[in-house]
T-cell receptor, first 110, second 116 residues
Framework: GQSLEQPSEVTAVEGAIVQINCTYQ??????LSWYQQHDGGAPTFLSY????GLEETGRFSSFLSRSDSYGYLLLQELQMKDSASYFC???????????FGTGTRLQVFP | GAVVSQHPSWVICKSGTSVKIECRSL??????MFWYRQFPKQSLMLMAT?????????EQGVEKDKFLINHASLTLSTLTVTSAHPEDSSFYIC????????????FGEGSRLTVL
């Protein structure tokens, strides 16, 4: 099965940079995804790492190291609207199911 | 615009009643849909995989007789919470994969169920 662990909460100020880590134990997956979810809303897709390395999408970057069973989401130039929950997730290679991490609540302060 | 539409967004019901939640794929066919449940301040937990034309597959610990899933067409999957109780109050959300091998799912808007 799949198990993905994240810090429960991270706080930062506007304009700062924050990194949200994701460590996993998995038997096989296509890649590591990141989703953002605001309170009461549906998750929205942020990024996907199929291969090891860094993927950059605007202010957000995501990294994957399969050898270390580790990934992270990097958010730069934080804005108040970035306050949300962030989830890493893997797509199981055998079942095609998307399994979510424990989630990290990011609070951005002025 | 939304590619997966979920209805209703909010539902309040009395204990013991059944509630149906619909999930429709718009402009594409979804042979597979996933149903998740999310309690406050927790992660999304996969409940079941809905397969068009065949029985749904349920995750361990999910009662298949309580959470009835029907995938009658390539664009519609339904989740019925039967004999709902207060502990079933949760955020239920459906999703459909964009394509095999990618990390992205299209999510519905979610349904907030409150059982009194």
């Amino acid at each position: 099965g799949q198990s993905l662990e994240q810090p429960s909460e991270v706080t930062a100020v506007e304009g700062a940079i924050v990194q949200i880590n994701c460590t996993y134990q998995t038997s096989g997956f296509y890649g590591l995804s990141w989703y953002q979810q605001h309170d009461g809303g549906a998750p929205t897709f942020l990024s996907y790492n199929a291969l090891d390395g860094l993927e950059e999408t605007g202010r957000f970057s995501s990294f994957l190291s399969r050898s270390d069973s580790y990934g992270y989401l990097l958010l730069q130039e934080l804005q108040m609207k970035d306050s949300a929950s962030y989830f890493c997730a893997v797509r199981d290679r055998g079942t095609d199911k998307l399994i979510f991490g424990t989630g990290t609540r990011l609070q951005v302060f002025p | 615009g939304a590619v997966v539409s979920q209805h209703p967004s909010w539902v309040i019901c009395k204990s013991g009643t059944s509630v149906k939640i619909e999930c429709r794929s718009l402009d594409f066919q979804a042979t597979t849909m996933f149903w998740y449940r999310q309690f406050p301040k927790q992660s999304l937990m996969l409940m079941a995989t809905s397969n068009e034309g065949s029985k749904a597959t349920y995750e361990q610990g999910v009662e298949k007789d309580k959470f009835l899933i029907n995938h009658a067409s390539l664009t519609l999957s339904t989740l019925t919470v039967t004999s709902a109780h207060p502990e079933d109050s949760s955020f239920y959300i459906c999703s459909a994969p964009t394509s095999v091998g990618t990390g992205e799912l299209f999510f519905g808007e979610g349904s907030r169920l409150t059982v009194l």
